[in-house]
């Protein structure tokens, strides 16, 4: 008994307390008890305005939001498109597929021919050409006076082969002229070591793609 006199004086005097508050409280800050007094219309319009005014801020800040995310998606895909990045990404493959190829022929062949089929493997790589056509134009890079169809019949071997087959033949080709000076060369000696060097280029810079 002695417990609910004690919660009931505790209930009493917060309430007090916080009428005292609400008592004290400054005159444009305290509610107006009375509908009826005219400026009780004022403070109902003030304060459904700034719930107005939430609402707006709210939805002006989703809309802004949504405007900026699709802003920066639009600043990204035209970053990836731009010349500069292109340029970047495409000098990086270049430079990395003609270290490869200097590491794996510059012995047996001039590094100017090398750096030629990289560059020209790079430009195309890309391209929806076939692989033969590709393969004769990296060779065509280095020997223009070569006809598409002769480097053609060239190439067919690297165009169709199977992938268990490739070490082999690139090789088999490369070992003949490990002890021969490139100048002795025929040229269609040169022109099937440039395709095996052409095809064993592509093949890298799918690698490349693969690793990226």
Request: charged content about 20%.
């Amino acid at each position: 008994m002695a417990n609910k006199i004690n919660t009931s004086d505790t209930l009493a005097s917060q309430m007090e307390l916080e009428l005292l508050e609400v008592l004290l409280e400054p005159e444009d800050a305290t509610y107006p008890w009375n509908p009826a007094d005219d400026e009780s219309e004022e403070y109902f319009r003030e304060l459904e305005q700034q719930f107005v005014t939430r609402d707006l801020l709210d939805e002006e800040l989703t809309t802004r939001s949504q405007n900026f995310y699709e802003q920066l998606d639009t600043l990204w895909s035209e970053v990836s498109t731009s010349s500069y990045y292109n340029c970047n990404t495409i000098c990086a493959s270049v430079d990395s597929l003609k270290e490869t190829l200097h590491t794996a022929f510059v012995a047996s062949v001039p590094q100017g021919w090398l750096n030629a089929i990289a560059q020209k493997a790079t430009d195309i790589f890309a391209s929806q050409q076939s692989m033969g056509e590709q393969l004769v134009q990296c060779v065509q890079a280095v020997m223009p006076t070569w006809e598409a169809d002769d480097l053609f019949v060239l190439a067919r071997p690297f165009a169709y082969s199977m992938r268990s087959s490739e070490p082999q033949n690139l090789k088999s080709i490369i070992s003949n002229i490990e002890n021969r000076d490139w100048t002795n060369l025929s040229e269609i000696e040169q022109a099937k070591i440039s395709i095996a060097i052409a095809y064993y280029a592509l093949k890298q810079l799918d690698s490349f793609q693969t690793e990226a």
